[in-house]
């Protein structure tokens, strides 16, 4: 991966707020999303200690915790000491995490070699890309996450790096927004060879999906020929998942998924939500929280001290991964990415 540095105008960003508590909050109908393995237990409460502390314990929102085998008595026993909210585990399906028997192995396997022999991370990993079809067509359709509306997407050992003094799932509802990020990377371009024609072929089949006020600037810098690898981290989502659960994207994964890619090659979760986002909604739908600082593995944003609202915040701007300038016109708040 490497540093997003492109021009990319117009999505929203937080309004400045008052430093206090909304006196009107609204709980909303949202959860707490976190796919973990046992074995993630000790990097599982580091996450959770932070974010409680940071947001939760005021707010009680439940947590989902997603497993492709069955949790611990141990591991659900010591996250269920790190909160007051309620606390979910399920099971992921066996059919909605293994790779599909439909797909040739052998040329999987191709796939892993090639990409291990360039030194590309997660390369030769199967269940890498478990995950990633998972997390791309079926995480929103777990039966325990059929009770929520918005979903907060939580990794292991992350930093929060801001006290949240706001609701950003009640932010979203009275905003009218759908999708909320707080990092943006470009893709590694080995694991997409052929994502973007993919995605070219949809649209063509499809052109009623596509948004007539969409963000493909985000995506391609000559109108849509080419893919300019630059996609949302997933690993920081606050979202709709009636978005996701929509008849546009359920068809847009299928087809996608019918590809083979996800093993062929090795696309993304984040790719495929970020596309299907700057495609199929508005791109005032989209939402730059600037105010959340966020840490996951050597990528991080920390807010400056305008974008931080007012927020008590513990990290460095000299460490983050890009600088962000936000321009005011007469109408609504735009991001450009320096």
């Known amino acids: 991966m490497v540093l997003l540095r492109g021009g990319f105008r117009q999505l929203s960003t937080t309004i400045p707020i008052s430093a206090e508590p909304e006196p009107s909050f609204q709980r909303q109908n949202a959860t707490l999303v976190f ?23 005021k707010y009680l929102y439940p947590w989902v915790f997603l497993n492709d085998e069955e949790f611990t008595n141990e591991f659900k026993g010591r996250v269920l000491l790190e909160t007051n909210a309620p606390v979910y585990f399920g099971l992921i399906p066996k059919e909605h995490w293994v790779q599909p028997a439909w797909i040739d192995e052998d040329k999987a396997e191709e796939s892993r070699k090639r990409l291990k022999g360039q030194n590309i991370i997660y390369g030769d990993s199967s269940s890498y890309r478990n995950m990633c079809r998972f997390n791309s067509g079926y995480f929103f359709q777990h039966p325990l996450l059929q009770q929520f509306k918005y979903y907060w997407r939580i990794e292991p050992n992350v930093d929060y790096f801001c006290d949240m003094n706001y609701d950003p799932f009640q932010y979203l509802n009275q905003n009218n927004r759908t999708y909320g990020f707080t990092i943006a990377l ?66 847009f994964f299928n087809f ?46 920390c ?31 735009s991001l450009t990415l320096l």
């Open 35 to 57: 796919l973990a393995r046992n074995t993630d237990l000790r990097d599982v409460l580091t996450s959770m200690s932070n974010l409680e502390r940071r947001y939760n314990h």
């Open 186 to 251: 470009y893709e590694t371009s080995e694991t997409v060879t052929t994502l973007w024609d993919s995605v070219k072929e949809f649209m063509a089949n499809y052109p009623q999906y596509i948004s007539n006020d969409n963000a493909m600037e985000l995506l391609s810098n000559d109108g849509g020929q080419t893919y300019n690898m630059c996609h949302f981290w997933s690993n920081f989502e606050i979202a709709d998942m009636d978005f996701w659960r929509s008849e546009a994207y359920r068809k």
């Open 256 to 301: 996608l998924d019918a590809k083979g890619g996800f093993y062929y090659e090795r696309w993304g979760d984040a790719p495929v939500h970020s596309i299907a986002a700057a495609l199929f909604l508005p791109k005032h739908k989209l939402h730059f929280f600037q105010d959340i600082g966020y840490r996951h593995a050597v990528y991080q944003h």
């Open 303 to 333: 807010p400056s001290s305008d974008e931080s609202l007012g927020n008590s915040c513990s990290c460095h701007r000299w460490n983050s991964i890009g600088k962000y300038t936000n321009r005011l016109n007469s109408t609504s708040k």
